[in-house]
């Protein structure tokens, strides 16, 4: 039951062959530097892109499951305009109704790491409100009553003594102050008095020849009267009609009749309209068309994160076929412990992101173990959760997923190992068997084939805690489909994939 299969390396049993992949590494890394290589320089940028994308944003509110908006340019008001911005991402602009019935503009970025959308809106808004209180009638600065008679040595009239008319000082809305001022300067001054002797506040005699002149002046100055007076009026009720207008106020904002003007708006907030973009073609228009669009459709199609599928076996004590493996329908408390640590359920039915070849119709199960980050999306093949059929003995439906996987968790409760020819298939490069122990612990074997590099953190032999087990795992067996995948000619990674497909649109477009 121990003995190694031919196709399969064991570091257990040959401890000497992770030294040989070690050494061989090392050895091309000192020939080969790959300071300021290609690889190198992807690195960074997709390192540059993700911190701007997704430092101190992940996980959204939406989830995990899906990092690209399901939003796309045909759901806009209007036909959208397309930019690339310094060669690397890709600008899409649209106006969109918003729920409060103004319009908006809907920016969708594309880069190597997905498509994200944006919805924005102009949050000036006319004002609504007028205080009507303020300002209704024009205010006059008030009458001074204190004033300096000429000559008078700087003494204040209010300070002199008028003994003559402290009687009309008692109602002082009908006090005449010239004529006060007369009778006080008769009083007081008699020097100043005609040689009639009359006091100075009553008229004088007018003599015959200058009555009709005087008579035309008093017309005038009454008809003048009347004529300010009616002035007054009327430029009273105009100050308190156009009082408002004298209040501060926000200008109402300008209606526009252009169709993209909330675009527009925006790009020139973002700064994207400024002069340095526009004449150095860092910012540019790319014309729509019917070869643009499908260029645009291949694009959204490359994931932007590494998506991969890992089959979970379970094998009960003294198990060792195949077809009595894959009739297992049921977990043990520990194994069902360790499939909940590896990730969460979800829903296939409902399930936006990557499903790993489930059938939505469920055909394949209600439910699936799943784990996704901003750089992974795992679909886990538990052959638990996968329907078993009754009439069929080869269990073809759990094996055409379970087989066709590139990396197998077996959790194994049988007293032998596992045998990594158990389940025959063309696939199956890696094998990460647990093997729970009396003590709490757990004991790990790794079997992969020759051609596969090495792979960790776990390594054979090793044996950890029940915490550390389903997080080490999981990133093992994430490892070692990436260590295969890598391997095998013509494979890109996603990163690079989008990476590439929008440079092609840069050139073409």
Same mark, same amino acid.
């Given at each position: 039951?121990?003995?190694?299969?031919?196709?399969?390396?064991?570091?257990?049993?040959?401890?000497?062959?992770?030294?040989?992949?070690?050494?061989?590494?090392?050895?091309?890394?000192? %020939?080969?530097?790959?300071?300021?290589?290609?690889?190198?320089?992807?690195?960074?940028? /997709?390192?540059? =892109?993700?911190?701007?994308?997704?430092?101190?944003?992940?996980?959204?509110?939406?989830?995990?499951?899906?990092?690209?908006?399901?939003?796309?340019?045909?759901?806009?008001?209007?036909?959208?305009?397309?930019?690339?911005?310094?060669?690397?991402?890709?600008?899409?602009?649209?106006?969109?109704?918003?729920?409060?019935?103004?319009?908006?503009?809907?920016?969708?970025?594309?880069?190597?790491?997905?498509?994200?959308?944006?919805?924005?809106?102009?949050?000036?808004?006319?004002?609504?409100?007028?205080?009507?209180?303020?300002?209704?009638?024009?205010?006059?600065?008030?009458?001074?009553?204190?004033?300096?008679?000429?000559?008078?040595?700087?003494?204040?009239?209010?300070?002199?003594?008028?003994?003559?008319?402290?009687?009309?000082?008692?109602?002082?809305?009908? =006090?005449?102050?010239?004529?006060? *001022? *007369?009778?006080?300067? %008769?009083?007081?001054?008699?020097?100043?008095?005609?040689?009639?002797?009359?006091?100075?506040?009553?008229?004088?005699?007018?003599?015959?020849?200058?009555?009709?002149?005087?008579?035309?002046?008093?017309?005038?100055?009454?008809?003048?009267?009347?004529?300010?007076?009616?002035? /007054?009026?009327? #430029?009273?009720?105009?100050?308190?009609?156009?009082?408002?207008? #004298?209040?501060?106020?926000?200008?109402?904002?300008?209606?526009?009749?252009?169709?993209?003007?909330?675009?527009?708006?925006?790009?020139?907030?973002?700064?994207?309209?400024?002069?340095?973009?526009?004449?150095?073609?860092?910012?540019?228009?790319?014309?729509?068309?019917?070869?643009?669009?499908?260029?645009?459709?291949?694009?959204?199609?490359?994931?932007? #994160?590494?998506?991969?599928?890992?089959?979970?076996?379970?094998?009960?004590?003294?198990?060792?076929?195949?077809?009595?493996?894959?009739?297992?329908?049921?977990?043990?408390?520990?194994?069902?412990?360790? =499939?909940?640590?590896?990730?969460?359920?979800?829903?296939?039915?409902?399930?936006?992101?990557?499903?790993?070849?489930?059938?939505?119709?469920?055909?394949?199960?209600?439910?699936?173990?799943?784990?996704?980050?901003?750089?992974?999306?795992?679909?886990?093949?538990?052959?638990?959760?996968?329907?078993?059929?009754?009439?069929?003995?080869?269990?073809?439906?759990?094996?055409?997923?379970?087989?066709?996987?590139?990396?197998?968790?077996?959790?194994?409760?049988?007293?032998?190992?596992? #045998?990594?020819?158990? /389940?025959?298939?063309?696939?199956?490069?890696?094998?990460?068997?647990?093997?729970?122990?009396?003590?709490?612990?757990?004991?790990?074997?790794?079997?992969?084939?020759?051609?596969?590099?090495?792979?960790?953190?776990?390594?054979?032999?090793?044996?950890?805690?029940?915490?550390?087990?389903?997080?080490?795992?999981?990133?093992?067996?994430?490892?070692?489909?990436?260590?295969?995948?890598?391997?095998?000619?013509?494979?890109?990674?996603?990163?690079?994939?989008?990476?590439?497909?929008?440079?092609?649109? =840069?050139?073409?477009?």
């Amino acid at each position: 039951a121990n003995e190694k299969p031919r196709r399969f390396s064991s570091l257990r049993t040959e401890a000497s062959a992770g030294e040989l992949k070690a050494a061989a590494l090392l050895d091309m890394l000192l %020939s080969n530097p790959v300071h300021g290589s290609q690889i190198i320089k992807e690195a960074a940028h /997709i390192l540059l =892109v993700q911190l701007c994308n997704f430092l101190q944003t992940f996980p959204s509110n939406e989830g995990v499951n899906v990092l690209s908006t399901q939003l796309d340019e045909e759901s806009g008001g209007s036909a959208p305009i397309f930019y690339i911005y310094n060669d690397f991402a890709l600008f899409s602009l649209s106006e969109i109704k918003m729920e409060n019935g103004e319009t908006g503009a809907r920016l969708m970025l594309r880069d190597c790491t997905g498509r994200y959308a944006w919805d924005s809106s102009v949050l000036q808004q006319e004002e609504q409100f007028v205080n009507q209180s303020l300002m209704r009638e024009p205010v006059y600065p008030p009458v001074q009553k204190e004033s300096v008679i000429p000559g008078a040595s700087g003494r204040r009239m209010n300070e002199m003594p008028l003994q003559a008319c402290d009687s009309r000082l008692k109602d002082a809305s009908n =006090v005449d102050q010239l004529n006060d *001022l *007369l009778v006080f300067l %008769s009083e007081t001054a008699p020097d100043c008095l005609l040689g009639s002797g009359k006091p100075l506040n009553q008229p004088i005699e007018l003599r015959s020849e200058f009555q009709k002149e005087v008579d035309t002046i008093q017309k005038q100055l009454e008809k003048q009267i009347v004529i300010d007076e009616k002035g /007054i009026s009327a #430029r009273k009720n105009l100050l308190t009609e156009t009082a408002k207008d #004298r209040i501060p106020s926000p200008p109402e904002p300008v209606v526009s009749k252009s169709k993209y003007h909330a675009c527009r708006l925006l790009l020139n907030h973002l700064g994207f309209l400024e002069y340095e973009n526009l004449s150095s073609s860092r910012f540019y228009m790319v014309e729509d068309s019917q070869r643009f669009r499908r260029s645009l459709t291949q694009l959204d199609k490359t994931a932007g #994160r590494e998506l991969s599928k890992i089959g979970v076996i379970y094998v009960m004590e003294g198990q060792d076929d195949q077809k009595i493996i894959l009739r297992n329908d049921t977990k043990s408390p520990l194994y069902a412990e360790f =499939v909940r640590g590896l990730g969460w359920p979800i829903d296939i039915a409902t399930h936006q992101g990557y499903l790993g070849g489930l059938d939505r119709k469920l055909t394949t199960g209600k439910t699936a173990p799943y784990f996704a980050n901003y750089l992974f999306e795992v679909a886990f093949h538990e052959i638990t959760s996968i329907p078993t059929n009754p009439t069929d003995p080869q269990q073809i439906t759990k094996k055409r997923h379970v087989g066709n996987d590139i990396v197998h968790i077996v959790y194994s409760e049988h007293s032998s190992d596992y #045998r990594p020819t158990t /389940i025959t298939s063309q696939f199956n490069d890696a094998h990460i068997c647990v093997y729970p122990l009396p003590n709490g612990l757990f004991r790990i074997q790794i079997y992969s084939k020759e051609k596969v590099p090495f792979f960790g953190p776990l390594v054979h032999g090793m044996c950890i805690s029940k915490t550390l087990l389903p997080t080490l795992v999981r990133l093992t067996a994430i490892n070692a489909n990436r260590s295969v995948r890598f391997n095998t000619g013509g494979y890109c990674r996603p990163f690079p994939t989008r990476r590439q497909a929008l440079e092609e649109i =840069v050139t073409r477009f």
